[in-house]
């Protein structure tokens, strides 16, 4: 019931087209929603995250659009750019005083070619 | 912009050997983690600590594990006798506490091999 699934394990997309990456769960008490973004070697650096009383939320050319009697949410990468090609987790949390501990999804490799 | 820092970038051990990983978490954050991940799999989340003692820990972060904050600076990650499979790199992260932020920055981790 922790888990987080995410799909797909790898994507390929032309520069200029929209990257989805879709992510779901199970445990409906998980209040935050953060997208990471991985370059190799480097550590998991936070991209975008959203609350379950939004339906979307959006900075700059990523988008995160959450369905929560689906409990499901997906990253929208807008005018995907070679400079986006990288590893994607989703995460999700949830409040215990403090002990706010990230489940990550299993992430996608994002490839954007010219 | 402050950062998460974390030494060594890279730690080869033997197996059974004590290993000490470090982490400097961004100064004014009060919760500090360890996470980890195998090479090509998902980060797993090993501790969480906060106000000098261990909030929570997962099934990974058995006796062989143990964290401290010995000063008012760092976080460290101490693995007593290294096996083959804590091979995997070793991310630290901080987040503020205050307000209702969740949002945890991460340092750029440290690979730890254990031969």
């Known amino acids: 019931q922790q888990q987080v699934k995410q799909s797909p394990q790898s994507l390929i997309v032309q520069k200029g087209g929209i990257s989805i990456i879709n992510c779901a769960y199970e445990?409906?008490?998980?209040?935050?929603f953060p997208w990471y973004q991985q370059f190799p070697g480097k550590g998991p650096a936070l991209l975008i995250a959203?609350?379950?009383?939004?339906s979307e939320k959006k900075e700059g050319r990523f988008t995160i659009s959450f369905n929560k009697s689906a409990k499901q949410f997906s990253l929208h990468i807008m005018d995907s750019q070679p400079g986006d090609s990288a590893t994607y987790f989703c995460?999700?949390?949830?409040?215990?005083?403090?002990?706010?501990?990230?489940?990550f999804g299993t992430g996608t490799r994002l490839t954007i070619i010219p | 912009e402050p950062e998460v820092t974390q030494t060594p970038s890279h730690q080869v051990t033997q197996m059974g050997q004590e290993v000490i990983l470090r982490c400097v978490p961004i100064?004014?954050?009060?919760?500090f983690y360890w996470y980890r991940q195998i090479l090509g799999q998902k980060v797993e989340f090993l501790v969480s600590?906060?106000?000098?003692?261990?909030?929570?820990k997962s099934e990974i972060f058995d006796d062989q594990f143990s964290v401290e904050r010995p000063d008012g600076s760092n976080f460290t990650l101490k693995i007593r006798s290294t096996k083959l499979e804590d091979s995997a790199m070793y991310f630290c992260?901080?987040?503020?506490?205050?307000?209702?932020?969740?949002?945890?920055?991460f340092g750029p981790g440290t690979r730890l091999t254990v031969t």
């Open positions: 992260a901080s987040r503020q506490g205050t307000g209702v932020s969740y949002e945890q920055y």
């Open positions: 445990n409906t008490a998980f209040d935050y």
């Open positions: 959203i609350r379950p009383d939004v």
């Open positions: 995460a999700a949390s949830m409040e215990n005083f403090g002990n706010e501990k990230l489940t």
């Open positions: 100064s004014n954050h009060l919760y």
């Open positions: 600590f906060y106000n000098n003692e261990i909030s929570e």
